[in-house]
Nanobody
């Protein structure tokens, strides 16, 4: 089992920035590709970003490309999501997840999920 805990969410004004963190414990962190998803009330869970095991390859949804940056520090068993130029449309609960498949955009291909952290962007 892999246990994932997100942190760093909160309330921010449009145009501002937040950095989310996801700390992992359990099985070897570097064995997994990691992803970020988000879900707003009444909407389906949406892919945001993913990163390969070593951190050498990254993927982004079109809606966040150029504004968000995913990274990981395998020595700290942590993955990050730097969120800049935030918009009200970014308001959602953000989840990190672990997968054996690199770059997957499908939630069914992620084995482990955190409990989520709320991001609220005000106008």
């Amino acid at each position: 089992q892999v246990h994932l805990v997100e942190s760093g969410g909160g309330l921010v004004q449009a145009g501002g920035s937040l950095r989310l963190s996801c700390a992992a414990s359990g099985r070897t962190f570097s064995n997994y590709a990691m992803g970020w998803f988000r879900q707003a009330p009444g909407r389906e869970r949406e892919f945001v970003s993913a990163i390969s095991r070593s951190g050498g390859v990254t993927y982004y949804a079109d809606s966040v490309k150029g504004r968000f940056t995913i990274s990981r520090d395998n020595a700290k068993n942590t993955v990050y999501l730097q969120m800049n130029s935030l918009e009200t449309e970014d308001t959602a609960v953000y989840y990190c997840a672990a997968s054996r498949l690199s770059g997957s955009r499908l939630n069914s291909e992620y084995e482990y999920w955190g409990q989520g952290t709320q991001v609220t962007v005000s106008s």
